[in-house]
């Protein structure tokens, strides 16, 4: 595996959840894989699971890692070719990467959309100049469109609490204040769009009219504007804000109620909720479903280790050769 950017760079989703959950059996089995081998993560956006659990992944491998927090404690960068550098931008990201892939064997890049310029964020210019230039293999932290990461640990997670062979998912919009990327959901509807037709899942999309995904990435599901609709019979429910694609980054006003609460889980075949976190506490997800039985989000966040883990694990093998 060369990079991780979206569920196009793994061939069979079978495969790679049960490798996984065999690292999540026997952590240290590999702990020489990554001996004198150095992880460089470079975030240009905060984060508390990825930073953490990537880290862990890769010491269980045996990897050394280093944590540049380019936003805080790096130049300020400049993507675009053909430009005089004369005003606030002081390195380029042809330097930048190729120097960062001069100390590293594999690199993660974080690296938010704007939310103002849809195709500038849906060309995932800098995800793309970072891989070019580096020169070693890449991990996405999360970029503009997508989090593979997350949405591999939500593929696990689904695996391991299902109680049939093709539980329903639904994907829930919830409220919020802010504007927030559509790159979770996003991630998460192409991966459960391929688990769909890999026979794994049967996937169903909830949003308010006007929040529908780019169909690159929706394309297989059921879509519907009916929250109620959609949960009847689910058996996970991943709950996600996200803001317009359409009107791109926009946010508007929904008059029905979109927070998931133990009244509408009674709608459920008593399904499992899921959220990426962080989570806003009874605006986006109620206290009684985060605090209750039904709620994986801790073990979610705890399996993102082992999608760390498997996906280093596959690059560090083919570095070895
Ligand atoms: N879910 C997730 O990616 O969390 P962080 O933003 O804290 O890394």
Redesign the pocket.
């Given at each position: 595996m060369k990079k991780f950017f979206s569920v196009a760079d793994v061939d069979n989703l079978k495969e790679i959840v049960s490798e996984a959950l065999s690292l999540k059996a026997a952590p240290h089995g590999n702990s020489e894989l990554g001996k004198h081998r150095m992880l460089g993560l470079v975030f240009l956006?905060?984060?508390?699971?990825?930073?953490?659990?990537t880290q862990k992944a890769a010491i269980n491998l045996g990897m050394d890692v280093m944590v540049m927090n380019m936003d805080k404690d790096g130049w300020a960068l400049e993507t675009r070719d053909g430009v005089v550098m004369n005003g606030t931008t002081v390195e380029h990201i042809r330097e930048a990467a190729a120097v960062m892939g001069e100390y590293c064997d594999i690199l993660g890049l974080?690296s938010f959309p704007t939310l103002k310029d849809k195709e500038a964020d849906y060309s995932e210019d800098l995800f793309n100049k970072f891989i070019k230039f580096c020169g070693v293999p890449v991990i996405s932290?999360?970029s503009a469109t997508r989090?593979p990461?997350?949405s591999l640990?939500d593929l696990i997670t689904i695996t391991e609490h299902k109680q049939k062979d093709k539980p329903k998912v639904v994907l829930a919009w919830a409220p919020h204040v802010k504007a927030l990327p559509q790159a979770?959901p996003n991630s998460f509807s192409e991966w459960m769009c391929r688990a769909q037709e890999e026979g794994l899942v049967d996937f169903t999309i909830a949003q308010p009219a006007g929040y529908e995904l780019s169909e690159e990435f929706s394309k297989g599901a059921h879509i519907t504007t009916n929250l109620d609709e959609a949960l009847a019979d689910a058996d996970f429910v991943y709950v996600k804000n996200w803001s317009s694609f359409k009107e791109y980054g926009e946010v508007y006003p929904v008059a029905e109620n979109w927070l998931l609460d133990n009244e509408k889980l009674k709608l459920t075949n008593d399904a499992k909720v899921m959220h990426?976190?962080?989570v806003r506490r009874d605006l986006e997800l109620s206290s009684e479903i985060l605090d209750g039985p039904n709620s994986l989000v801790i073990k979610e966040?705890s399996n993102?280790v082992w999608a760390a883990q498997v996906v280093l694990k596959r690059m560090l093998e083919e570095l070895k050769g």
């Open positions: 956006n905060p984060s508390l699971r990825t930073r953490l659990s974080r932290l999360e989090h990461l997350q640990t979770v990426c976190l962080p966040a993102r």
